[in-house]
């Protein structure tokens, strides 16, 4: 990665947007790897393919838990 000398980090606003619901992972507003769905829970997501990350553990459980209480 190819950092940018520019870039004042204490000038920029980074703030916490979330917790992994899965991990309780800080998720920060100035970096990628992280979801939010309808119920504002955070998760991370790498938004790679052949990744498996805590948003897909996420879906697999509540896809686990809808079969279950059909
Ligand atoms: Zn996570």
Known sequence: MV????WNKARSKVIKAGICTMCDKALMSNEGGWIVNAN???FCESHKANFFSCFDE?????????????
């Open 40 to 42: 504002k829970d955070y």
């Open 3 to 6: 950092s940018k000398k520019t």
């Open 58 to 70: 996420y879906l697999k459980q509540l896809k686990q838990w809808k079969e279950l209480n059909r």
